[in-house]
C-alpha cells in the first residue's frame, strides 16, 4: 500500500468570514430548508413506506428528482455528504439530527427491502441494465446515495450508516458475481457509474474487507482506462463528466494498491485533459458536457460551457494529484476553479439597494448548470425544489469542501496551498501548532482617524495575507507558501514586522525555522492579465489575479490595445466604496466604453468575457 506523500488537514480545518465561509453558510441554510419527508420521498416508495401517505403535488421535489424521473433519490446522497462535512466542521447538532435521522429511514427501508437494497429505484433497473435495457444512470444513482452513507460514517460517527453500506456492498457482491467482463463493459459504456470504483476503494480502506476490494477492481472500466494507460486520446467530444469520476477510481486504487499503472492512467488523463487539450480563462474545460479538440476552444464558445459537475470533479482530480506530487501547478489550478467555478455558478446573492424608496431583499441564484462564455452570455439558475439537476448535487457537495484544498501536510512540513481566510491545528513533535489566515485590511475604517485610509490612494495592487503561527512550545518545521501563477513581481514577506527571506522554487516560498507566537505578512503583487484562446490569440479574456472580468456587454466587442499590457485596454472603475475596495474596471481608449466586473459577481445581467483585440490605432 503506498502512502500519501501530502496529506489534507481538512478534519481541522476552519473557514473564517470571507465570500467561501458565506457560501458555505448559505448550503447549510440550504440543506436545512429542504423537507425531510421529501429528501426520502423515493426511499419511502422503494419500500412501500409511503402508499398511504396524503402528498400534494406542491410539497414533493420535482425535476431529476422527482416521482417519475429514473434517478429519483440521488440528490439525497450528496445531501447526505454535505450534511456530515458541514457538521464536522461547524458542530453544528441541528443539521446532524437531521441527517441522523435521514440515515436512519434509509436504514428502515433497507429492512423493508430484504436486508441488502437501500436505494431509491427499483432493482429490476440494474437487473435489466445487466440484460442489456436502457435505463437512466442507475449504478450512478446507488453510488451517490453510498458516497452519503460512508462519509456520514466518516465525518459524523454514524455507525448505523455504515452497517447500511456493508448491506449494499453485499448486495452488489452478489449482483456482479459471474456478470462477464464483456457485459459490465456493456453496463459502464451505455450509462454513468459515477465514482463508484473510488466508493468501493474508499469502502475497502475502512473495511480491509478483500470483498470491497474485488468491488473496486469490478468497477473499472477497462474500455478508458486502457488507451488512456497507453496515452491514446479518446476524450475528443467524450462525456466529461462520466469520465473523471472513473479516473478518481483509477486515483483511489493507486493509493490503496501501489499498483502504478493505476498512477500512470491518472497522470496521463490529465495530461490529455488539461496540458495538451488547454483551459478557458476560467480554469473549466467543456462545451455542451463534452471534450473540445486539442487546442479548440474558439468554435465551442456557448451557452453550455463550463458544467458546475465537471469543475469540481476535475478540482478532486487535481487534488490527488497535488497531493502526490506536491506541484504547484494543481493548486493553481484548484484556485482558478474556486473563483471562476464554484463562487461563479454557485449561491450568488446580489446587493440590496437600501436606498430605494420600496427597499426588497437582494436577488440570489442558487446553481447554474453551465457557464456561457459567449458574447451576451446569460446565467441560468436553477431553483430550489424543481430541477434538482446533477449541478444541484455537486452544489451541495463543493460548498462544504472550500477547507478541504487549504492546508496539506507532510512530515514536519505544512503547505499552505489556497490564501482564503481560515485556521488549522496539528500537532507537530508533541506540540500543538495553529495556524491561522486572514486578507490584511487595506481599506480601514471611514469614521476613525488613523493612517490607512489615506495610505492607499488608489485600489492596491496586490493580496496582502496576514499568516499567525502559533505553538504551544517553540517548534521547529518547515512552511512552505504558494507562489501562484498569476503573481505580477516578487513576493515580500515579513516576520513580526521585519523583512524576512525566502527560499523560492517551482512555485513555492519555504521557510524553515522555529515557530513559537509568529506573525508572517505576505504580500502577492497582481494586476491584469490576457489568457488567449489557443486557436484564436487575438482573442482573450482579462484576470486580475486569478479572478476572471465579465464585460457588462450584451454583444462581441472589439477592443483596442496591447495583449502584452492589458493596463491598456482596462482601468480601474469605482474602485471605493465606503470601507471597501471594490475590483471593478472599466475599458478605456476604446469606440464604445463599458464596465467589468468579477465573474463571480454576475448574476442575471448579461455578460462577454472573451473579447477580439485588435493593435492600437496610431
Same mark, same amino acid.
Given at each position: 500500500?503506498?502512502?500519501?506523500?501530502?496529506?489534507?488537514?481538512?478534519?481541522?480545518?476552519?473557514?473564517?468570514?470571507? *465570500?467561501?465561509?458565506?457560501?458555505? %453558510?448559505?448550503?447549510?441554510?440550504?440543506?436545512?430548508?429542504?423537507?425531510?419527508?421529501?429528501?426520502?420521498?423515493?426511499?419511502?416508495?422503494?419500500?412501500?413506506?409511503?402508499?398511504?401517505?396524503?402528498?400534494?403535488?406542491?410539497?414533493?421535489?420535482?425535476?431529476?428528482?422527482?416521482?417519475?424521473?429514473?434517478?429519483?433519490?440521488?440528490?439525497?446522497?450528496?445531501?447526505?455528504?454535505?450534511?456530515?462535512?458541514?457538521?464536522?466542521?461547524?458542530? %453544528?447538532?441541528?443539521?446532524?439530527?437531521?441527517?441522523?435521522?435521514?440515515?436512519?429511514?434509509?436504514?428502515?427501508?433497507?429492512?423493508?427491502?430484504?436486508?441488502?437494497?437501500?436505494?431509491?429505484?427499483?432493482?429490476?433497473?440494474?437487473?435489466?441494465?445487466?440484460?442489456?435495457?436502457?435505463?437512466?444512470?442507475?449504478?450512478?444513482?446507488?453510488?451517490?446515495?453510498?458516497?452519503?452513507?460512508?462519509?456520514?460514517?466518516?465525518?459524523?460517527?454514524?455507525?448505523?450508516?455504515?452497517?447500511?453500506?456493508?448491506?449494499?456492498?453485499?448486495?452488489?457482491?452478489?449482483?456482479?458475481?459471474?456478470?462477464?467482463?464483456?457485459?459490465?463493459?456493456?453496463?459502464?459504456?451505455?450509462?454513468?457509474?459515477?465514482?463508484?470504483?473510488?466508493?468501493?476503494?474508499?469502502?475497502?480502506?475502512?473495511?480491509?474487507?478483500?470483498?470491497?476490494?474485488?468491488?473496486?477492481?469490478?468497477?473499472?472500466?477497462?474500455?478508458?482506462?486502457?488507451?488512456?494507460?497507453?496515452?491514446?486520446?479518446?476524450?475528443?467530444?467524450?462525456?466529461?463528466?462520466?469520465?473523471?469520476?472513473?479516473?478518481?477510481?483509477?486515483?483511489?486504487?493507486?493509493?490503496?494498491?501501489?499498483?502504478?499503472?493505476?498512477?500512470?492512467?491518472?497522470?496521463?488523463?490529465? %495530461?490529455?485533459?488539461?496540458?495538451?487539450?488547454?483551459?478557458?480563462?476560467?480554469?473549466?474545460?467543456?462545451?455542451?458536457?463534452?471534450?473540445?479538440?486539442?487546442?479548440?476552444?474558439?468554435?465551442?464558445?456557448?451557452?453550455?460551457?463550463?458544467?458546475?459537475?465537471?469543475?469540481?470533479?476535475?478540482?478532486?482530480?487535481?487534488?490527488?494529484?497535488?497531493?502526490?506530487?506536491?506541484?504547484?501547478?494543481?493548486?493553481?489550478?484548484?484556485?482558478?476553479?474556486?473563483?471562476?467555478?464554484?463562487?461563479?455558478?454557485?449561491?450568488?446573492?446580489?446587493?440590496?439597494?437600501?436606498?430605494?424608496?420600496?427597499?426588497?431583499?437582494?436577488?440570489?441564484?442558487?446553481?447554474?448548470y453551465y457557464l456561457p462564455l459567449e458574447a451576451g452570455g446569460q446565467k441560468k439558475?436553477?431553483?430550489?425544489?424543481?430541477?434538482?439537476?446533477?449541478?444541484?448535487?455537486?452544489?451541495?457537495?463543493?460548498?462544504?469542501?472550500?477547507?478541504?484544498?487549504?492546508?496539506?501536510?507532510?512530515?514536519?512540513?505544512?503547505?499552505?496551498?489556497?490564501? *482564503?481566510?481560515?485556521?488549522?491545528?496539528?500537532?507537530?513533535?508533541?506540540?500543538?501548532?495553529?495556524?491561522?489566515?486572514?486578507?490584511?485590511?487595506?481599506?480601514?475604517?471611514?469614521?476613525?482617524?488613523?493612517?490607512?485610509?489615506?495610505?492607499?490612494?488608489?485600489?492596491?495592487?496586490?493580496?496582502?495575507?496576514?499568516?499567525?503561527?502559533?505553538?504551544?512550545?517553540?517548534?521547529?518545521?518547515?512552511?512552505?507558501?504558494?507562489?501562484?501563477?498569476?503573481?505580477?513581481?516578487?513576493?515580500?514577506?515579513? *516576520?513580526?514586522?521585519?523583512?524576512?527571506?525566502?527560499?523560492?522554487?517551482?512555485?513555492?516560498?519555504?521557510?524553515?525555522?522555529?515557530?513559537?507566537?509568529?506573525?508572517?505578512?505576505?504580500?502577492?503583487?497582481?494586476?491584469?492579465?490576457?489568457?488567449?484562446?489557443?486557436?484564436?490569440?487575438?482573442?482573450?479574456?482579462? *484576470?486580475?489575479?486569478?479572478?476572471?472580468?465579465?464585460?457588462?456587454?450584451?454583444?462581441?466587442?472589439?477592443?483596442?490595445?496591447?495583449?502584452?499590457?492589458?493596463?491598456?485596454?482596462?482601468?480601474?472603475?469605482?474602485?471605493?466604496?465606503?470601507?471597501?475596495?471594490?475590483?471593478?474596471?472599466?475599458?478605456?481608449?476604446?469606440?464604445?466604453?463599458?464596465?467589468?466586473?468579477?465573474?463571480?459577481?454576475?448574476?442575471?445581467?448579461?455578460?462577454?468575457?472573451?473579447?477580439?483585440?485588435?493593435?492600437?490605432?496610431?
Open positions: 500500500m503506498t502512502q500519501e506523500k501530502w496529506q489534507p488537514l481538512e478534519q481541522s480545518t476552519r473557514l473564517l468570514p470571507s *465570500l467561501a465561509q458565506e457560501k458555505r %453558510d448559505r448550503d447549510r441554510q440550504y440543506l436545512m430548508e429542504l423537507k425531510n419527508e421529501n429528501l426520502l420521498f423515493s426511499f419511502y416508495y422503494e419500500a412501500g413506506l409511503n402508499g398511504r401517505m396524503n402528498y400534494k403535488l406542491k410539497d414533493v421535489h420535482w425535476g431529476w428528482d422527482g416521482p417519475l424521473s429514473q434517478i429519483r433519490g440521488t440528490f439525497t446522497g450528496h445531501w447526505l455528504s454535505a450534511a456530515a462535512r458541514l457538521f464536522q466542521e461547524t458542530g %453544528d447538532r441541528q443539521l446532524l439530527e437531521k441527517a441522523n435521522f435521514i440515515v436512519s429511514e434509509i436504514g428502515r427501508c433497507q429492512q423493508e427491502n430484504g436486508g441488502g437494497w437501500a436505494f431509491p429505484i427499483p432493482e429490476k433497473y440494474l437487473y435489466s441494465l445487466r440484460n442489456g435495457k436502457h435505463f437512466w444512470a442507475p449504478q450512478y444513482v446507488c453510488h451517490k446515495v453510498m458516497m452519503g452513507l460512508l462519509d456520514m460514517y466518516l465525518f459524523a460517527k454514524n455507525d448505523q450508516a455504515l452497517e447500511i453500506l456493508k448491506g449494499c456492498a453485499g448486495w452488489f457482491l452478489r449482483f456482479t458475481d459471474g456478470i462477464s467482463r464483456e457485459t459490465m463493459d456493456h453496463m459502464m459504456d451505455i450509462e454513468e457509474t459515477g465514482g463508484i470504483m473510488e466508493l468501493w476503494g474508499d469502502l475497502y480502506a475502512v473495511t480491509g474487507d478483500e470483498a470491497h476490494l474485488t468491488l473496486m477492481r469490478r468497477y473499472e472500466r477497462p474500455k478508458l482506462t486502457g488507451p488512456i494507460e497507453k496515452g491514446q486520446d479518446v476524450l475528443t467530444n467524450m462525456h466529461v463528466n462520466m469520465t473523471v469520476p472513473e479516473i478518481h477510481g483509477c486515483a483511489r486504487a493507486y493509493e490503496l494498491t501501489g499498483e502504478e499503472r493505476y498512477r500512470k492512467i491518472v497522470e496521463n488523463y490529465w %495530461d490529455l485533459a488539461v496540458t495538451q487539450r488547454r483551459q478557458f480563462a476560467t480554469g473549466g474545460q467543456t462545451s455542451g458536457e463534452i471534450y473540445t479538440a486539442k487546442g479548440l476552444q474558439a468554435s465551442r464558445l456557448g451557452d453550455m460551457n463550463q458544467e458546475h459537475c465537471v469543475v469540481y470533479n476535475m478540482i478532486r482530480l487535481a487534488d490527488y494529484l497535488y497531493r502526490w506530487t506536491g506541484e504547484a501547478k494543481y493548486a493553481d489550478y484548484i484556485e482558478q476553479n474556486i473563483y471562476n467555478g464554484l463562487f461563479a455558478q454557485g449561491f450568488w446573492q446580489g446587493e440590496s439597494r437600501e436606498q430605494c424608496l420600496e427597499p426588497h431583499e437582494p436577488e440570489t441564484g442558487l446553481i447554474a439558475w436553477g431553483s430550489k425544489t424543481g430541477d434538482f439537476w446533477c449541478c444541484h448535487c455537486t452544489l451541495v457537495q463543493a460548498n462544504a469542501r472550500y477547507r478541504d484544498f487549504i492546508y496539506y501536510h507532510k512530515e514536519k512540513e505544512i503547505a499552505v496551498a489556497q490564501y *482564503l481566510p481560515s485556521e488549522t491545528e496539528i500537532e507537530l513533535a508533541g506540540t500543538q501548532v495553529c495556524i491561522r489566515q486572514q486578507q490584511t485590511d487595506l481599506a480601514g475604517d471611514i469614521l476613525e482617524i488613523s493612517p490607512l485610509p489615506m495610505q492607499y490612494e488608489s485600489r492596491p495592487d496586490f493580496w496582502s495575507v496576514d499568516i499567525q503561527i502559533t505553538a504551544q512550545s517553540p517548534v521547529r518545521f518547515a512552511l512552505r507558501l504558494r507562489l501562484p501563477w498569476w503573481l505580477k513581481g516578487q513576493a515580500c514577506f515579513e *516576520l513580526d514586522g521585519e523583512p524576512l527571506a525566502a527560499h523560492c522554487e517551482n512555485g513555492w516560498a519555504f521557510f524553515e525555522r522555529e515557530w513559537t507566537d509568529n506573525r508572517l505578512t505576505v504580500v502577492l503583487p497582481k494586476g491584469l492579465t490576457c489568457w488567449r484562446l489557443p486557436d484564436e490569440p487575438d482573442t482573450v479574456a482579462f *484576470l486580475d489575479g486569478p479572478v476572471v472580468l465579465a464585460g457588462l456587454v450584451e454583444e462581441q466587442r472589439i477592443l483596442h490595445g496591447d495583449i502584452e499590457n492589458p493596463s491598456s485596454i482596462l482601468k480601474p472603475h469605482d474602485e471605493r466604496r465606503w470601507n471597501h475596495w471594490t475590483p471593478r474596471y472599466r475599458t478605456v481608449g476604446q469606440d464604445f466604453g463599458f464596465t467589468l466586473k468579477p465573474l463571480y459577481d454576475i448574476g442575471r445581467e448579461r455578460y462577454t468575457v472573451y473579447f477580439p483585440v485588435k493593435k492600437p490605432r496610431d
